[in-house]
């Protein structure tokens, strides 16, 4: 129960909550916390942030305050590689990553927890690549005091399947690298594609193990792939050949290798000639040759997220359509924009 | 009990067809005789102490009354038109009650559990199977006062209306100026102009199809066929 007290008779009382100053441009916080016993020269400074009246509560048996709805919240929302701590501020909680790697967010889960009345939850983007220490989330109970059955089912939903939010480290993939095309292949033109790609996957902290040449031809592009996997790559990337002229031949390739799961095209722009196959539970990546043009393609959303352990298929890759257009920025701010962040 | 998939393929079938209702019924079912502690409603050792209060007239009240096996002529299924999408399951042997309620946000989140389903209701029965049960329900632990007169077991009582001279059974009577009324006298009735008819072949007994089918055996087999 919340009772209400003219300011002039709260002096010795304890603030209910944090009460927070806004100053514009230079603070933003708690003035006073939670827990202080109210002294005379605390008035003035509590008339000029618009305290005339404050809360005195009284909770009942079934009621709770929001900084321990907060605790039961993130406790529960918190999943593997995401820590916090039990000190709310202003009744929020963050939660923060606990490892370098993959945000990943039950988006369902997140959307029926703050279907709940009373309880939110803000995450960052699922699929966000994350530093360890780096907020990911925060949650907070919306009234000073709730009824605490409301909560208690928000963390169950919270709970299940691990938790909400977690973050995945990134394998350290052994990457295998086959650039196809005659023109390459016999020295016509100068190979651009093995760089970025290699760049990419260092990025990732991926080692690259060799990078092979193969002519438009499927059996020799079927041979280097075997060849690849006998070497102990748990990755290969095969660049060109998976456009629809005749010479594109990487896909049949792909599949001469053995590959038992392939999924051609994904709903992403640039990047619709994307292909992720899969030998055994190696990954096989085909890059079209927008990744030689664009700083950012599809692969930069979907490589993360194979090295994270998630298996890609036809509907991730249809998922990826919500927010898949990348808009050609003359200068990429690329992850700092839209692209990717609706799947 | 039965698994999920089996209680609603079967459920659906008795109901005619297989919607979101359905599948909510069904999880409701489950999720109040999991409470009460019964796991299997039909059995004959927990049969008897069953009853649901079904709160609403929709599919989801033909699932939960399919996969509790609780009927109205049995007393163990009981009507009480809420419009709202719940039930109440009561163990009559240790005095449980909960009453299982149906989230309306369960409506706005099936787009997301199954956003690969355009249609809504292919993708609600999608959703609603892939829900979980807290997502799904709100349950409130309830006590419910049942009068001995709405218990399954025999006849408690009979009286006859003063006016119309209808027999009312448990003490479903009104009793005005000390005169003992049916509802309809006393209180009205949701018909109206009742009137006493005849109608064609009103002797008919189920003895007469019988006889038909004896003597239509027995003209077949005089003529060969």
Known sequence: MIKTIDLKDAVGTKLAHDITEIRPGEFKGAAFHKGHTVCNEDLCHLQKLGKNHLYLIDLEADEIHENEAAAIMAKALAGRGVVWKNEPREGKIGLKADTDGLLAVNVAALAAFNMIDEVMCATMHNHTRVKAGELVAATRAIPLVMKRAPIERAAAIAAQNGGVISVHPLRQGKAGLIITGDEVCHGLIQDRFAPILNRKLIDLGCEVDRVSFAPDDAEIIRRAICSHIERGCDLVLL????????????????????????????????????????????????????????????????????????????????????????????????????????? | ??????????????????????????????????????????????????????????????????????????????????????????????????????????????????????????????????????????????????????????????????????????????????????????????????????????????????DQMFVGKALRHESGK
């Open chain 2, 1 to 210: 009990m039965q698994d999920f998939d089996t209680l609603l393929k079967k459920s659906a079938d008795a109901h005619g067809h297989l919607c979101p209702g359905q599948v909510v019924g069904v999880r409701m079912a489950m999720l109040g005789c999991r409470l009460i502690g019964l796991d299997e409603p039909t059995r004959i050792d927990q049969i008897k102490k069953l009853i649901v209060i079904i709160e609403m007239d929709r599919c989801t009240g033909d699932a939960v009354a399919f996969v509790t096996g609780v009927k109205l002529g049995r007393r163990s299924l009981k009507f009480i038109d809420y419009g709202i999408m719940a039930a109440t399951f009561i163990n009559l042997e240790t005095q449980t009650a909960f009453r299982v309620i149906s989230t309306e946000e369960a409506r706005d989140l099936a787009p997301v559990y199954a956003p690969e389903i355009p249609e809504k209701y292919p993708r609600q029965i999608e959703a609603y199977k892939r829900m979980p049960d807290s997502v799904l329900f709100r349950v409130q632990k309830v006590r419910v006062d049942m009068s001995e007169y709405d218990l399954p077991g025999p006849t408690r009582k009979k009286v006859s209306c003063s006016r119309c001279g209808q027999v009312v059974r448990d003490n479903r009577e009104v009793v005005q100026n000390d005169f003992i009324l049916c509802k309809p006298c006393a209180q009205g009735a949701y018909f109206r102009e009742a009137k006493e008819i005849i109608w064609p072949d009103m002797n008919w007994t189920p003895a007469q199809e019988e």
């Open chain 1, 239 to 343: 660049s060109g050949g998976m456009s629809v002229d005749p010479d594109d031949v990487t896909r049949k390739g792909i599949r001469l290798a053995g590959a038992d799961e392939v999924h051609y095209g994904a709903a992403a722009l640039p990047g619709a000639m994307f292909l992720v196959a899969y030998i055994g539970q190696v990954p096989l990546i085909g890059v079209p040759a927008c990744g030689l043009h664009h700083r950012t393609t599809v692969l930069d959303l979907v490589l993360p997220r194979i090295l994270a352990g998630e298996k890609i298929g036809k509907k991730e890759l249809a998922f990826l359509g919500h927010g898949g257009l990348c808009q050609d920025c003359p200068e990429c701010t690329y992850p700092h924009c839209a692209f990717g962040k609706g799947s």
